[in-house]
């Protein structure tokens, strides 16, 4: 017996040196083998354990686990159904504020031009007038200016001074010159407006109109279309004196 102990613990460990220290590809091989076959077993080993547990379960522990299952696939499925959907709100909500501020900003573009507080830039014409002394005044201008904005003008501005806005208002000024809120300018008068350039033309050129006051004074009136007109005089709004905001809700 002291024979066959000392055999096999001498074998255990020529086995475990061949495994260190391959001395030939044949061995290395035997160890790889080896090795697979070590993990098989334990994997065989680890799945007859959970089949025998599932085997000495009765068919009321079985159909209890089955139902658990189920249970636990269904919660899970309606997290992921409520958190798909609070993403989807998300979206949305990024979308719509999005949108909002986008229409906010058009908006407040659109203001700005119409109250003259913002400079402006598109397509339009320069209305150049000009002619003897004391020809053209106030009244002449006015009819021009209301003419134009009939014709849809967005906005307009006098010799690139003075930006003209719903309630500017024009009376004459010393010499050959006019006052515009309150700012003198001196002919010849150069007005600039942004809109659809051959309806500003034709209201510049109406019969019995703008055109035909000025010649009819021995002054002179020329339309230049142009792709870009730039217009960049604004306007301070003064803060409301009497009126005050009414509180929402």
Same mark, same amino acid.
């Given at each position: ?33 080896? @090795? ?10 680890? %799945?007859?354990? #959970?089949?025998? $547990?599932? =085997? /000495? &379960? ?72 000009? @002619? ?10 006015? %009819?021009?200016? #209301?003419?134009? $904005?009939? =014709? /849809? &003008? ?96």
């Amino acid at each position: 017996m002291p024979d066959q102990a000392a055999d096999e613990s001498t074998g255990r460990a020529r086995l475990v040196a061949a495994l260190r220290r391959p001395t030939s590809r044949s061995q290395l091989t035997a160890g790889v083998l080896l @090795g697979v076959l070590g993990f098989a077993a334990v994997v065989q080993m680890h %799945s007859s354990d #959970q089949a025998d $547990r599932y =085997a /000495g &379960a009765s068919q009321e522990d079985l159909i209890q686990l089955i139902n658990a299952q189920a249970v636990a696939e269904e919660r899970v499925e309606d997290q992921i159904a409520a958190l798909e959907a609070t993403r989807n709100e998300l979206e949305g909500h990024t979308a719509d504020t999005e949108v909002a501020l986008e229409l906010a900003r058009r908006q407040a573009s659109a203001l700005g031009i119409l109250t003259g507080t913002s400079p402006a830039v598109g397509p339009g014409i320069e209305v150049a007038v000009d @002619g003897p002394p004391l020809s053209v005044g106030s009244q002449e201008l006015v %009819s021009g200016i #209301q003419e134009l $904005r009939s =014709a /849809g &003008a967005e906005a307009m501005q006098v010799n690139g001074v003075v930006r003209l806005v719903g309630s500017s208002s024009i009376v004459d000024g010393p010499g050959d010159s006019v006052i515009i809120d309150g700012t003198q300018v001196a002919a010849p008068f150069l007005i600039e407006a942004i809109g659809n350039a051959a309806a500003l033309e034709k209201a510049v050129f109406f019969p019995d109109g703008f055109a035909e006051d000025i010649e009819s004074a021995d002054g002179e009136v020329s339309v230049r279309r142009l792709n870009r007109v730039e217009i960049t005089s604004t306007r301070t709004v003064s803060p409301p004196q009497y009126a005050e905001p009414v509180p929402e809700g």
